[in-house]
């Protein structure tokens, strides 16, 4: 605050950033010439399906892990994090709120285990409630997915705009006819480049439901 005609101060302003680099997440898969022939079509669609299930789920279990990362995988988000025991609607809440004290706004979520949704739709929320901490598929309001990739009685809470994944030009499969040809195979090479980080740590809170 100044004066009428009082001066403005110099703010100086101070960026920070992450740095994603690719990460090869990879595969292969021999197909018999056989499946081919009986039915190509049908066969190539479950095997791109299945593809793309299998990719996805390791990058999920591997973001939402706890491992630490190295030059051939992304490090998981609950890697160093701290993760406190919440055991009551006072803790889940409280933990809400270092979020809030944060001025992190948006839309916010939580991501669970499916053994932390089930202590939760079996805890009150107090003596003088009736209410269950989780219901109707959302933790007190807030939308709640549950995933098996995440620990045992684990979950994250926050603003998942604030986690960046990156990822290098597509997903490269390699049809080679030669490797397998002496069994009657093709062998389709997966090849994907991943990174994951969070951007402002503060936008996340870490809970688990036992010690």
């Not at 995440?150 to 960046?164: Q, S």
């Not at 290098?168 to 195979?185: F, K, L, M, R, S």
């Not at 090479?189 to 439901?209: M, P, Q």
Request: hydrophobic residues 45%.
């Amino acid at each position: 605050w100044q004066s009428e005609i009082g001066a403005a101060s110099a703010t100086a302003n101070t960026f920070t950033n992450v740095v994603l680099s690719p990460h090869r997440l990879t595969a292969y898969i021999d197909i018999s010439k056989q499946l081919i022939a009986q039915d190509s079509l049908g066969a190539e669609e479950a095997i791109r399906r299945d593809i793309v299930n299998a990719l996805t789920d390791k990058l999920e279990a591997t973001v939402l892990g706890s491992a630490a990362g190295d030059t051939t995988k992304p490090a998981g988000i609950f890697y160093g994090a701290t993760v406190a025991k919440n055991d009551t609607f006072a803790k889940v809440a409280a933990a809400e709120a270092t979020v809030e004290a944060a001025n992190v706004t948006g839309e916010m979520k939580y991501l669970m285990a499916p053994t932390t949704k089930a202590f939760y739709r079996t805890t009150i929320k107090g003596n003088n409630a009736t209410g269950m901490i989780f219901e109707n598929g959302e933790m007190d309001g807030v939308p709640a997915i549950i995933t098996s990739n995440i620990a045992a009685n684990n979950y994250v809470y926050g603003n998942f705009g604030n986690l960046a994944v990156g990822q290098w030009a597509g997903i490269d499969i390699t049809v080679d006819p030669y490797t397998q040809a002496v069994n009657g195979c093709v062998r389709l090479v997966i090849n994907a480049y991943f990174d994951a980080k969070i951007v402002r740590s503060e936008a996340f809170t870490f809970g688990k439901t036992v010690s």
